[in-house]
T-cell receptor
Framework: EAGVTQFPSHSVIEKGQTVTLRCDPI?????LYWYRRVMGKEIKFLLH????????ESGMPNNRFLAERTGGTYSTLKVQPAELEDSGVYFC???????????????FGAGTRLSVL | AQSVTQLDSQVPVFEEAPVELRCNYS??????LFWYVQYPNQGLQLLLK??????LVKGINGFEAEFNKSQTSFHLRKPSVHISDTAEYFC??????????????FGQGTILTVHP
């Protein structure tokens, strides 16, 4: 069974440009999460999808970040325009849990390393 | 609000020695607790979890952790480490319910380096 897959593995862009990160969750997982780790800091939650709906987007830093999950399968995270402080590693995770039941495990992808110059 | 503190940013240890990675958390609600490991160029992998029941939980690769509710701690231990245990380890908590049930709150990470 394929794990959580993220594309690209690395992205280097200039300030002001747009970047789109993609996450393919484990097949059958309704729940998809985005996290970010800025260098030297802890991994921070960005948002949580249940199928195509946003269950919790309390961690999204500002309106330059747009996450979508059309059809409830893969998800994209767009940063437009990118700023220097957006640099970091963006992780995606998925889980099979039912809504309101927090016991199931989140499986993580290898992450996308974003460098904004 | 929740917070997780991993008390050591780096832990060097010799092969076959025991190791303890410390984790304390703060939360006003019931939580589930996790330890994840990240090997170089890989994603986070679950080592073990505490959901309920016995406070001593065993995970993969010989690791175990003990949940101490009174001290709000969840320290990770291994009696004898191998070179292959060199990695970064993350302690994390999740609410046991509520609208933000999916959100993992992580500690800052502890880099374990095992020397021959």
């Amino acid at each position: 069974e394929a794990g959580v897959t993220q594309f690209p593995s690395h992205s280097v862009i200039e300030k002001g440009q747009t970047v789109t990160l993609r996450c393919d969750p484990i097949s059958g997982h309704d729940n998809l999460y985005w996290y970010r780790r800025v260098m030297g800091k802890e991994i921070k939650f960005l948002l949580h999808f249940v199928k195509e709906s946003k269950q919790d987007e309390s961690g999204m830093p500002n309106n330059r970040f747009l996450a979508e999950r059309t059809g409830g399968t893969y998800s994209t995270l767009k940063v437009q325009p990118a700023e220097l402080e957006d640099s970091g590693v963006y992780f995606c995770a998925s889980s099979q849990e039912r809504m309101g039941v927090a016991k199931n495990i989140q499986y993580f992808g290898a992450g996308t390393r974003l460098s904004v110059l | 609000a929740q917070s997780v503190t991993q008390l050591d940013s780096q832990v060097p240890v010799f092969e076959e020695a025991p190791v303890e990675l410390r984790c304390n958390y703060s939360s006003s609600v019931s939580v589930y607790l996790f330890w994840y490991v990240q090997y170089p160029n890989q994603g986070l992998q679950l080592l073990l979890k505490y959901l309920s029941g016995s406070t001593l939980v065993k995970g993969i690769n010989g690791f175990e952790a003990e949940f101490n509710k009174s001290q709000t701690s969840f320290h990770l231990r291994k009696p004898s480490v191998h070179i292959s245990d060199t990695a970064e380890y993350f302690c994390a908590v999740r609410n046991a319910g509520g609208t933000s049930y999916g959100k993992l709150t992580f500690g800052q990470g502890t880099i374990l380096t095992v020397h021959p």
